[in-house]
């Protein structure tokens, strides 16, 4: 078992910066890849990053290419998601999830093994 804590949400003005934390505990954080989404009212949760096990790989949804960016430190068994330019279509409750490989269709929320609880992020304009 993983278990996962998000933290660092808030509100924010359109173009301000915030950065998520995710803290896991329970099994060895090095052998889970990372993975953002997020889920604004009535859709549907979406990716936004991933990351490999060492943090050597990532990969972004289009919508947070060049503004968002995903990063971990296995010492302190904990991924980050730093936001910049953040826009009021960013707004949602962004989850961790991690799993216990890397690749294939890492999009896909269903792929994952353990979740967090959520942080809401709300951006204004």
């Known amino acids: 078992q993983v278990q996962l804590v998000e933290s660092g949400g808030g509100l924010v003005q359109y173009g301000g910066s915030l950065r998520l934390s995710c803290a896991a505990s329970?099994?060895?954080?090095?052998?889970?890849?990372m993975g953002w989404f997020r889920q604004a009212p009535g859709k549907e949760r979406e990716f936004v990053a991933t990351i490999n096990y060492i943090g050597s790989m990532t990969d972004y949804a289009d919508s947070v290419k060049g503004r968002f960016t995903i990063s971990r430190d296995n010492a302190k068994n904990t991924v980050y998601l730093q936001m910049n330019s953040l826009k009021p279509e960013d707004t949602a409750v962004y989850y961790c999830a991690a799993r216990p490989f890397w690749g294939g269709t890492y999009y896909q929320p269903k792929t994952y093994d353990y979740w967090g609880q959520g942080t809401q992020v709300t951006v204004s304009s």
């Open positions: 329970g099994r060895t954080f090095s052998y889970f890849s």
